[in-house]
């Protein structure tokens, strides 16, 4: 009996290692955002019901290791797409030229809104970016020139408009792109407000930067892990505490949490579609030229993803959360889709 | 203190009379009674409390998930039109799957509602119903294509919005604008239910289906099916290097350096954390090997790598403990090494074996760090029909959609946490089941 089965286990072994998957895939495979894995995600399911080709394999690795997966090379082994909360960056392009991924066409499927939101059991917070660089920032400015650790506990401390409540915020970590987006668009945001730091941007690119985006850790700001319904589950629990997390969870649990209202604006479907509630980013993919045509089925992804029925303002990604792009940037995109033109241009 | 210094003189048998240290016995003896009378509380109570935490655990999980069970469906009378499913009558099965069904369920739900005309209240009202009606719709003509030109009754799932607030979970009387069903719609399915249309029924679909961005949709058939085709690639390539390794090591290997670096290295593997065979797995078998990204093989052998020590480690103790008097009474009557340990060594050792094997699979069935090197964590709709198939696991399953806003993923995740703790209670039952077959006294 032993004997058998130590024969069955290599000739499984042998089978296992013969399985060579570099023969063509019949299968879109897309990497990257955790953020716009619902809207790519939602996309692919109906691509699948509704075409002859196979559903594509969607994989949440968030943006930056999508973006490494993607300019790995070209070949069945390599992604076809990859999906990122941020814009590409030269480096990320330089390295994809490198590994022979020259021709990359950008996708811009929409926007997603940031929230800070608390428990409807306390009272709406009002608050500007500024303040929120105050209360958030690991050193403050005190005076012209110098910098000293964030002495802010409440609020209150921060501005004496704002409630006397203990500061403590539950954000992503720093591997999330929630998090770069909020350290640009909120913190950087209010950061660029005080002249002297406004100034140092032209002279010192490095210090501003590493004034503007670092967040405190001492207790005030939470990291609460990649999940956003855990930290609206603490919210509800904690009506004392804040939150930062995309729009979409907010939309969906509007009977339990709020928005903060940032620069007098609360973030709503339409202010965030319209630009004037600030802290808000777009959503890309990135679609691999070169496997358009051994690949079945990316022109068509492609057209699906653009096509109003799905990120159109009535689409079915409205639903999920994304809010649209305007009708100009709606049709640029899904002509460049159409064509497959290559317009990264940083 | 002095009763500690009797009792020991006692002991000793020195000057001390007999009935003295008697005496010092009797003293203590209800001291010694109650000291053990404590520690067994204390094993009570910690038994008590891990308990209460399982039953904690088990009801609200058990709780939450009981709502997943159910679905509540519309009774929908529909026209089949043959000139929308099929002008050339054909009955081509390509131009029957690609005919608009999404017009008939449209025209069919309005009919039901004649007062409603605005385009943004058709809109409000037509989201009522699930995307996957169309679906539904479609799989019913392509059965049966006879139904072309019948007016029938097809019976489809309702969106989630509407699930939740059907299940009490969306709550009537909070303003309109902090609830995602709007009056309107609370309206027009009171309207629905007045009518009898409405019915909740077993969820099917949970079963049946793969995942979906619709929490009405989604199902843990693809996970399942992914979690048992990596359980078994893991139990293949695991269980018999595993029992080989541990016998060689246990009957055969001369005690050396060598082989003690083994050992030490081996209780050190079971201790490495297993998103390193991740990263394993991802250099070996992916970038090296070029196996297919997402696929239980891959999946499989990285398990397979986490749980051999674990598999290594309990069959070297079960070897041990077979008494050596079997193994020299078969010496005793000629039998040859090989046959020493195959007939009588292994046998014996076999339950202890399970337990170990069952320990390491039930760990491997729980893992999501690793896979998440190798694309597993992603979102696969179609069902995996082997091992090579793009798939995904249970714990994943429930991982992801632990991470989906949608409210009525919570109640999907209880349940599929209750399919993975059903997975692992089959498990152990087999086990306990082979452990029964295998045992034997002596």
Redesign the interface.
């Known amino acids: 009996m ?2 058998k ?2 024969a ?2 290599a000739v ?2 042998m089978a ?2 013969m ?4 023969e063509a895939r019949d ?1 879109i ?1 897309i ?1 990257g955002s ?1 953020t716009v ?2 809207f ?3 996309v ?3 691509f ?2 509704t075409t002859k080709f ?2 594509p ?4 690795t968030g943006s930056g290791g999508g973006l490494k997966l993607f300019c790995a090379g070209i070949g069945a ?1 390599h992604p076809d797409m990859t999906n990122a909360s941020r814009r590409i960056k030269k480096s990320e392009v330089e390295r994809c030229a490198k590994n022979g991924v020259a021709d990359v066409v950008e996708i811009k499927v929409g926007y997603d809104g940031i929230v800070m939101a608390n428990s ?1 059991a306390s009272p709406q917070m009002k608050i500007s970016r500024q303040q929120i660089f105050m209360a958030l920032a690991k050193d403050v400015p005190a005076g012209e020139g110098k910098l000293i650790p964030n002495p802010n506990k409440t609020w209150k401390d921060v501005d004496p408009s704002l409630p006397d409540v203990k500061i403590e915020v539950l954000g992503p970590p720093p591997t999330s792109g929630t998090r770069d987006a909020f350290a640009e668009l909120a913190m950087e945001g209010g950061c660029k407000k005080i002249g002297w730091i406004k100034a140092m941007k032209k002279t010192d690119k490095k210090k501003y930067k590493a004034i503007c985006h670092s967040i405190r850790e001492d207790g005030a700001y939470v990291e609460a892990g ?4 855990l930290i609206v589950r603490k919210l509800e629990a904690n009506p004392k505490a804040f939150g930062v997390f995309g729009y ?2 907010l ?5 339990k949490i709020q928005g903060s209202l940032i620069d007098g604006k609360a973030p709503t479907f339409e202010a965030i579609s319209d630009g004037s509630y600030a802290v808000s980013r777009p959503l890309y993919f990135y679609v691999k030229k070169a496997h358009v045509g051994s690949i079945p089925g990316m022109k068509e992804f492609v057209a699906e993803f653009t096509a109003d029925k799905a990120f159109g303002p ?1 689409g ?1 990604l409205t ?3 994304l809010i649209p792009m305007g009708d100009a940037e709606r049709t640029k995109f899904r002509e460049d889709g159409a064509n497959l033109r290559n317009n990264i241009d940083l | 203190m002095t009763d500690a210094a009797t009792t020991m003189n006692g002991n000793t048998g020195g000057g001390l009379t007999t009935r003295n240290s008697g005496e010092a016995v009797r003293k203590s003896l209800k001291r010694r009674y109650a000291a053990e009378k404590r520690f067994q509380m204390y094993g009570i109570l910690a038994i008590f409390f891990a308990i209460c935490m399982l039953g904690l655990l088990f009801t609200t999980i058990i709780g939450k998930a009981v709502p997943a069970f159910t679905q509540t469906m519309i009774n929908l009378e529909v026209t089949l039109y043959p000139q929308d499913i099929d002008p050339d009558g054909t009955r081509d099965p390509q131009v029957l799957s690609r005919a608009n069904y999404r017009t008939i369920i449209r025209q069919a739900f309005f009919d039901l509602f004649p007062d409603v005309t605005s385009r943004r209240d058709k ?1 409000q009202l037509f ?1 009522m119903i699930s ?1 996957g009606a169309v ?1 539904e719709i479609r799989d019913q003509v392509l059965k049966n294509p006879d139904l072309i030109g019948e007016r029938v009754t097809i019976q489809m799932p309702l969106s989630d919005d509407i699930d939740q607030l059907n299940k009490g979970q ?2 009537r009387n ?1 303003p309109e ?4 069903v709007k009056d309107k719609q609370i309206a027009w399915f009171e309207r629905l239910e007045n009518r009898g249309l409405v019915e909740t029924v077993f969820n099917t679909t949970f079963f049946t289906a793969g995942d ?3 929490p009405e949709l989604a199902g843990i058939r693809g996970a399942a099916m992914g979690s048992l085709f990596t359980m078994l ?1 893991t139990l ?2 695991s ?3 595993a ?2 390794a541990a016998i060689y090591l246990e009957e055969f290997a001369p005690v050396n350096k060598w082989t003690q670096t083994i050992e030490v290295n081996i209780n050190n593997l079971a201790a490495v954390p297993s998103i390193v065979f991740g990263l394993l797995g991802l250099a070996v078998f ?1 970038n090296f ?7 239980p ?1 891959v999946g499989g ?1 990285v398990l397979a790598l986490m749980t051999l020590p674990t598999i290594i480690i309990a069959a070297r103790s079960a070897l041990k403990s077979v008494p050596p008097s079997i193994r020299e009474a078969a010496y005793g009557l000629g039998a040859s090494p090989l046959q020493v340990i ?1 007939h009588h060594v ?1 046998p014996l050792a076999m339950p202890g074996i399970l337990t170990g094997t069952i320990i390491g699979m039930a760990q491997a069935l729980g893992e999501t760090a690793p896979l998440l090197m190798i ?1 597993m ?6 069902i995996p029909q082997g091992p ?1 198939d ?1 798939s995904t696991v249970l714990p994943v399953q429930i991982y ?1 959609w ?6 009525a993923f919570v109640e999907r995740t209880s349940a599929a946490i209750c399919v993975l703790l059903a997975f692992l209670v089959f498990m152990n039952v087999s086990a306990v089941f082979l452990r029964k077959r295998f045992e034997r006294k002596w």
């Open positions: 032993i004997r089965s130590l069955i286990a499984a072994g296992l290692s399985a060579n998957a570099a299968q495979r990497v955790s894995f619902p790519s995600t939602a692919a399911e109906q699948g019901k196979k559903t394999v969607v994989e949440s082994q409807k990649e999940n956003d319904v979409s969870f939309d969906q649990n509007a009977d009535d079915y639903d999920k959360g | 809109r989201e995307p679906f969306i709550d909070l604008a902090e609830r995602r979906s961005r619709e690639v293949l390539v269980f018999p290097l029992v080989s992916i090997f070029g196996m297919p990204r997402s696929a093989v052998l195959t292994l694309g964590v992603a979102f696969i709709v179609d090579l793009p992801i632990a991470d989906s806003p949608e409210r």
